[in-house]
């Protein structure tokens, strides 16, 4: 190899890496709404840096903006101030590239369980055959264990089977950023535990980033890669970012041993419920 090819090699390299590290860059941003009281700072001056792959928990006190810091994420809100950056490029408006799964399911009553699924798919995947179509279905309802519920309708399911039917038809045209606002908010103690593993076994097998939303910090410490702590509102920051050091695979008796556990869950709590209390806590 010549000096100019090992050089451009590296450089190529580097540019790799630098994008895998700046894979969602949230740059300056701030949100004002205009009120009748006159403008409303909701966030202030936020910069995170997500890595590719990176699974992300965000945290803090209701109504201090986390939903509409996802939103300008996901495009359906922009900020006033700022950029949000995916792979190099602003996001502007939404997109097929981003896919939000919510805590109350959004699936459509009238379409069988496969039908809310496909029509997801068709309306990203035009080109692609029926067949085709009909397979990325098959393989999605089959990863979260729904291949027999197919032809039920949403209110035939439970909730953590609409909650499945959610995230397959999010992944299920192949997003490269899976955006979670409390998806398991509304589901019984056993169910949320049984969708959590779920939903990392999916994360490591598909190698999507993931940005959720959360109030449980169990949840986050079991799930993530870091935890956003963010500052209340109005003008609420992000306070601090907790990396969690557990290895992966996770186990959840296991991480439950472990005293670090505990250090992290204890900061975690300090930060919103000392540092960052409601004034009427
Ligand atoms: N269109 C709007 N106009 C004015 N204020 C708004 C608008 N949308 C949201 N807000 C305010 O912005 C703040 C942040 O709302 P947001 O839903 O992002 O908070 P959140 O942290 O996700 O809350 P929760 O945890 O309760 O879901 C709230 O005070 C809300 O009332």
């Not at 953590?160 to 955006?179: D, E, S, T, Y």
């Not at 799930?223 to 109005?234: E, I, Q, S």
Request: hydrophobic content about 40%.
């Amino acid at each position: 190899m010549t000096a100019l090819n090992f050089k451009n090699k590296t450089q190529n390299q580097q540019l790799q890496s630098q994008k895998k590290e700046d894979f969602l860059v949230i740059d300056g941003v701030n949100k004002i709404y205009p009120t009748a009281e006159g403008p409303y700072t909701v966030l202030d001056d936020i910069n995170l840096k997500v890595r590719e792959g990176e699974f992300i928990c965000l945290i803090g006190h209701s109504g201090c903006g986390k939903s509409t810091l996802l939103n300008m994420v996901s495009g359906f809100n922009k900020p006033t101030n700022g950029v949000v950056w995916l792979q190099g490029q602003p996001i502007t408006e939404p997109g097929p590239d981003r896919m939000m799964v919510f805590q109350n399911y959004c699936l459509l009553p009238w379409l069988n369980v496969f039908d809310n699924v496909y029509l997801a798919v068709d309306s990203v995947f035009p080109r692609k055959s029926q067949a085709e179509k009909r397979a990325i279905v098959r393989e999605h309802l089959a990863m979260v264990g729904l291949t027999e519920a197919a032809e039920k309708k949403p209110s035939q399911i439970s909730g953590g089977m609409k909650q499945r039917v959610a995230i397959a038809r999010a992944l299920a045209i192949r997003p490269q950023l899976l955006i979670l606002d409390e998806p398991f908010g509304a589901l019984d103690a056993i169910t949320k535990e049984e969708l959590q593993e779920e939903l990392l076994q999916i994360w490591s097998e598909h190698q999507v980033t993931v940005l959720m939303i959360t109030h449980d910090i169990d949840e986050a410490l079991f799930l993530a890669d870091k935890l956003v702590m963010m500052t209340n509102g109005p003008a609420a920051n992000i306070g601090e970012v907790l990396e969690i050091p557990f290895s992966r695979p996770r186990n959840r008796r296991r991480i439950m041993e472990n005293p670090e556990y505990y250090n992290l869950r204890n900061y975690a709590l300090d930060f919103l419920y000392r540092r960052c209390a409601h004034l009427e806590e």
